[in-house]
């Protein structure tokens, strides 16, 4: 069961909110039509972050009087999963996009830590301006080899670094509309990237060797 239901609530029955409610979730409705579910849900788990440091002070002073209405051990820089896919409606695909990669240091949900797009079959999250180094291990339960890519959206030229990779690259030029990285390959249990702008990072997941196992 989720801890909690957040959005506008619009394509949920009222069968479906009754049966969640009795069985204890929280359901939070948020109305601005300015943003998308997703957009709800991460300003919900924001919020929980100040409340639990919020809660955290309070109690030190022998105050007891504010709770969360889900149960909370969040604290300021927590990562989010976000559990989802990209092959359904287009508008809501590019919008799961644009969250990944939105960055306002004034948001409300600044507190936030990373966020992983988690699709069925590979994981999507943006690499800041520098020197990383990414875990790949593969086989079964792991990653695939293939499909790494690596892709700059704000317009921007970004120089890439990597080692790690089949197709190395050094201060190689990629720009959203004139060329980006694509269908390269793991070589190692780990990928080093430098890279001079934000970009996004994918990695596919050996779901094949995993359904094997599990079945």
């Given at each position: ?34 943003s ?140 959203f ?20 702008g ?18």
């Open positions: 069961m989720p801890a909690a239901i957040c959005g506008d609530l619009d394509s949920v029955s009222t069968q479906v909110r009754a049966y969640y409610e009795s069985k204890g979730v929280h359901i939070h409705f948020d109305s601005d039509q300015d998308t579910d997703l957009d709800k849900c991460l300003h919900y788990i924001s919020n929980l972050i100040n409340i639990a440091g919020a809660t955290e002070s309070l109690s030190a002073e022998g105050n007891e009087h504010l709770h969360s209405p889900v149960p909370n051990s969040l604290t300021r820089g927590t990562s989010v999963a976000i559990f989802g896919s990209l092959g359904g409606r287009a508008d809501q695909a590019l919008a799961l996009l644009h969250r990944l990669y939105k960055l306002d240091p004034e948001e409300s949900t600044s507190n936030l830590g990373d966020l992983y797009l988690i699709l069925p079959d590979s994981i999507i999250f943006v690499l800041e301006k520098g020197r990383h180094v990414i875990l790949t291990p593969v086989g079964p339960g792991c990653f695939d080899p293939h499909g790494v890519g690596i892709v700059p959206l704000d317009g921007h030229p970004v120089f890439v670094t990597s080692r790690g990779l089949k197709y190395e690259m050094t201060n190689w030029k990629a720009e509309g004139v060329r980006i990285s694509t269908s390269n390959s793991i070589v190692g249990n780990s990928v080093e990237l430098e890279t001079t934000r970009v996004i990072f994918t990695l596919c997941f050996n779901i094949s060797a995993t359904a094997e196992t599990t079945s």
